[in-house]
């Protein structure tokens, strides 16, 4: 039996939690309702995007993974890259996170600069 939360579950929760704590949060894919795969995109007004998701490890746990982040000099690309990804796996769910410090609420300290 897997004891994953429904992806749904999950993505209701991330968007209530951040909207709660006075961040802007919305959903920019829906995918498969119990188990489509979560792409979270942090970031702090629109700027400086982190594109995180949820990764199966070797000892069989998965953890959330940094995969790609905003270039300043080429803003466009990582939109260009998300939509990819998104055309790539139709369960997907994506979800954008504009709040300071984004990451804690995936359970992710932020990257110091």
């Known amino acids: 039996m897997d004891a994953r939360l429904p992806a749904h579950l999950?993505?209701?929760?991330?968007?209530?939690?951040?909207?709660a704590a006075?961040?802007?949060a919305t959903l920019l894919a829906r995918g498969e309702r119990d188990a489509g795969t979560i792409l979270?995109?942090?970031c702090e007004n629109g700027n400086n995007a982190r594109l995180f998701e949820r990764m199966p490890q070797a000892d069989g746990d998965r953890r959330?993974?940094?995969v790609k982040t905003q270039d300043s000099q080429?803003?466009?690309?990582?939109?260009?890259?998300?939509?990819?990804?998104k055309?790539?796996?139709?369960?997907?769910?994506?979800?954008?996170?504009?709040?300071a410090n984004a990451e804690r609420f995936i359970g992710l300290r932020p990257e110091k600069d």
């Open 10 to 19: 999950e993505v209701s929760g991330l968007l209530r939690a951040v909207e």
């Open 22 to 24: 006075g961040g802007f």
């Open 40 to 42: 979270v995109v942090c």
């Open 64 to 66: 959330w993974m940094l």
């Open 74 to 85: 080429n803003p466009g690309e990582f939109s260009h890259y998300l939509e990819r990804r």
């Open 87 to 99: 055309n790539q796996d139709r369960d997907i769910w994506a979800i954008e996170l504009d709040i």
